[in-house]
């Protein structure tokens, strides 16, 4: 029983890791239809901030506050993840807009330039950050099964992060202002919605979000220039397995991938179980092409 409740722990700790690396790809490319390749950069970018941030507490901040970096270091990864998917959709994707293609080429080579400028500041080994001390150790359920505290973090910090843009996209203004732009641009902008605006501001959003999942990908090994690339295709599959433009959807992707994973790699081996998850999507995709859940609208395509 021990062992069967620990597998249910890491692979719901797998999900809530995919699920928070997928909430920024499920804004941009499921809402917005861009494939942006450069989404493991801003991952990236978030992590990096969290080693920045580290490195101020040690040197400027006295010991007794080095606890208290990491949460600091959540709305300073979203912040710098923000402005900068701001100025990417501004510069380059505005242009991009129903050309797929284009998108997909024109991130990847964004993807590329922000992995050297890492290279470049930080250097091409691989930096640790170091976890608070609050965050060390584990919750002893039994003597047999303890659950580190550090992965109940990371799914308290998803069911947050899951809470709050269901709030923005939903419950808020600015929400149903980007649902209205997506679903049906020339109404919206007829209402005097200023389009490019909120082009911008949920391009801008969903990067900030990878800023965090960045962040929060640091308390499980040390981070790199790659980071991102190890993560993005395992992002663009959470959001098409969920359905594309529901938040719901995503979460039901995160959590079947991460269970069946963690599942058959334990009877398996890690190679064996991801070929059987890819071998189910596969089939699953064959049934339902649209994904779990499936986007009503009245519009005849």
Same mark, same amino acid.
Do not use: D, H, K, Y
């Given at each position: 029983m021990s062992i069967l409740l620990l597998q249910l722990f890491n692979g719901l700790s797998l999900s809530s890791i995919l699920l928070l690396i997928a909430l920024g790809l499920a804004i941009t490319f499921g809402l917005m239809n861009v494939i942006n390749m450069a989404h493991g950069e801003f991952i990236m970018v978030g992590a990096y901030m969290a080693y920045m941030t580290q490195q101020f507490f040690q040197s400027m901040i006295p010991p007794a506050y080095f606890g208290l970096y990491f949460i600091v270091s959540l709305p300073v990864a979203f912040a710098m993840a923000f402005v900068l998917g701001w100025l990417l959709e501004t510069l380059l994707i505005r242009y991009l807009y129903g050309r797929p293609l284009d998108s997909l080429i024109a991130t990847w080579g964004v993807s590329?330039? %922000?992995?050297?400028? *890492? +290279? $470049?500041?930080? /250097?091409?080994?691989?930096?640790a950050v170091k976890s608070p001390e609050w965050l060390e150790g584990g919750l002893a359920l039994t003597s047999e099964l303890t659950l580190p505290y550090k992965r109940l973090f990371i799914i308290g910090l998803v069911t947050l992060c899951v809470i709050v843009i269901y709030w923005y996209m939903y419950r808020s203004? /600015? #929400?149903? !202002?980007?649902? *209205?732009?997506?679903?049906? !641009?020339?109404? *919206?902008?007829? %209402? #005097?919605?200023? $389009? +490019? !605006?909120v082009d911008a501001q949920s391009f801008a959003f969903g990067s900030g979000v990878a800023g965090i999942a960045g962040c929060? %990908? $640091?308390?499980? /090994?040390p981070i790199g220039p790659s980071i991102g690339t190890n993560y993005i295709v395992d992002a663009f599959m959470v959001v098409v397995l969920g359905g594309i433009g529901k938040l719901i959807g995503t979460v039901a992707g995160a959590l079947g991938i991460g269970i069946f994973n963690t599942m058959l790699e334990y009877g398996t081996s890690a190679t064996i179980g991801k070929v059987l998850v890819f071998t189910l999507i596969i089939a699953f995709l064959q049934w339902r092409p649209s994904g779990f859940v499936t986007v009503r609208s009245r519009s005849l395509d």
């Open positions: 590329l330039v %922000l992995q050297q400028l *890492a +290279r $470049t500041i930080f /250097g091409a080994p691989n930096v203004a /600015g #929400g149903r !202002r980007m649902r *209205a732009v997506m679903q049906n !641009r020339a109404m *919206a902008s007829c %209402l #005097g919605i200023s $389009t +490019r !605006r929060a %990908l $640091t308390l499980i /090994g």
